[in-house]
Structures are given as C-alpha cells and as structure tokens.
C-alpha cells in the first residue's frame, strides 16, 4: 500500500479576530483567516496577490487562539486540508479548510524578542 501526505505549511497574518464556538458536543473550535502574500511579474510590472486561507483550530488550541490572535497576528501554521460544503438558499457552496495541527506566534515583544507562545499537540489531543 502507498503513503499519501497532506500537509500544508503557511506563514501570514490573521485577517480578524478569530471566530470561536462551542459544537453541540461541547467541543472548542476556532476560525481564523490567514492572508498569504505573494509577487510576480506581470508585462515587466511587479504585482502583489494576496490569498486568504481559512483555519481551523480544535479544543485546547482554538482556546489558544482565542486568548492570543487578534487582526494582524503574524503566525506559522501546519495543518492538513479538508474540503467539504454546504448550502444556502438550495445552492452548494464548496469550502476548504487548513485544519492547523501546530502553529508559533511569530510576532515580536515589545522589547525584540520572539514571542514564546506556540503550541504542538497530537491528533488524539484535538478531542479534550
């Protein structure tokens, strides 16, 4: 059998405030926009894009998020990708997700030093 890999590694600023809610089974997740920026040339001209991801934070990591992230937050993420859907008005509405698995705060304190709030966990840690 072959080995897949999902992975995805971002670095960017979030876009707001993280959105945190409580599922009916009373388990923690965070949304959070990430802005990803990037350049290329076009006819000679620099041209700058940037592209919005959404994450998505679980249990003791969306409370992380929650007590840390503000609008301008510089952070890594890695995490995995998961599409899936939903409708409005009778219209399916494609998502895709980056479901963060680890993620450092990159922003500096106020006196130059890196920010040492940052959290890695296990899969098994995302239902507490």
């Known amino acids: ?22 599922t009916p ?15 290329y040339q076009q006819n000679g001209q620099e041209q700058k894009k940037t592209e919005w991801h959404r994450l998505t934070f679980w249990a003791g990591a969306a409370r992380t998020i929650e007590k840390w992230v503000r609008k301008g937050t510089r ?8 599409y899936g859907s939903y409708d409005r008005d009778g219209v ?4 895709t997700d980056v479901v963060v698995q680890e993620f450092v705060f990159l922003d500096r304190k106020p006196n130059g030093e890196s920010s040492e709030v940052g959290v890695d966990y296990e899969e098994s840690d995302l239902l507490d």
């Open 1 to 22: 059998m072959s080995r897949s890999v999902n992975r995805v590694i971002l670095v960017g600023n979030a876009g707001a405030d993280p959105d945190v809610r409580e």
């Open 92 to 95: 399916t509405i494609p998502t």
């Open 75 to 82: 952070m890594y993420v890695e995490g995995r990708i998961e």
């Open 25 to 39: 089974s009373g388990s923690t997740v965070a949304h959070l926009s990430l802005a990803t920026n990037r350049t």
